[in-house]
């Protein structure tokens, strides 16, 4: 079965804090994946890497950076944390070919105060 | 840009009723829709997915899922629902070509299955 973890079920962080959330997979998948999760919006993409060392912005980077330096781990950068950006985020990986299903990491709630 | 919309935030639905959880879509292309549904502070588990073939899709659970092209739906249903199936369910599109790498979410529908 693919696994994907995530570093932390819950996080709680002060205003202007750069904050760290690491995503490791291990089936060897070429695509990672960053959503955030709020009520009523669903899940919205915020970065994805199709590679080590390649990113491109999805569809609500601004406040988020993500860096990929080997395949199996995908980490999301908040450079300032604000409370906005307070959330459930969810990482997620799957395999390059075909039509593939994501799969999905048990989620880090972080609270920004 | 692709977009998915699920009409209901919430549905109702007694222990043993069928239960229908509903969807639409707006892709590019021929799209690969997908099912997963999300247990309390659990990440979302894949249920189902369409990508080509059979219009209706057999999934976990006893789940599936009936693509119709006509009316760019994609419904969640299960014959006789079970409490167990309570939880949140979204579904998800993705397109072909430039932005076959991006999976856009509905905005979720809860289901409660009560006793």
């Known amino acids: 079965d693919v696994k994907v973890t995530q570093s932390s079920r819950y996080l709680v962080k002060r205003t202007g804090e750069k904050v760290f959330l690491e995503c490791v997979q291990d089936m060897d998948h070429e695509n990672m994946f960053w959503y955030r999760q709020d009520p009523g919006l669903g899940l919205r993409l915020i970065y994805f890497?199709?590679?080590?060392?390649?990113?491109e912005k999805g569809d609500i980077p601004e406040g988020y950076s993500v860096s990929r330096e080997k395949k199996e781990r995908f980490s999301l950068i908040l450079e300032s944390a604000s409370t906005n950006q307070t959330s459930m985020y969810l990482c997620?990986?799957?395999?390059?070919?075909?039509?593939?299903?994501?799969?999905f990491g048990p989620g880090t709630r972080l609270t920004v105060t | 840009a692709q977009s998915v919309a699920q009409p209901e935030d919430q549905v109702n639905v007694a222990e043993g009723n069928p239960l229908t959880v509903k969807c639409t879509y707006s892709?590019?292309?021929?799209?690969?829709l997908f099912w997963y549904v999300q247990y309390p502070n659990r990440g979302l588990q894949f249920l189902l997915k369409y990508i080509t073939g059979d219009n209706l899709v057999k999934g976990s659970y006893g789940f599936e899922a009936e693509f119709n092209k006509s009316q760019t739906s994609f419904h969640l249903k299960k014959p006789s629902a079970l409490v167990s199936d309570s939880a949140l369910y979204f579904c998800a599109v993705r397109g072909g070509g430039a932005a076959g790498n991006k999976l856009t979410f509905g905005g979720g529908t809860r289901v409660l299955v009560k006793p």
């Open positions: 890497s199709y590679d080590v060392k390649m990113k």
């Open positions: 892709v590019s292309g021929n799209p690969y």
């Open positions: 997620a990986s799957r395999d390059s070919g075909g039509a593939g299903e994501q799969y």
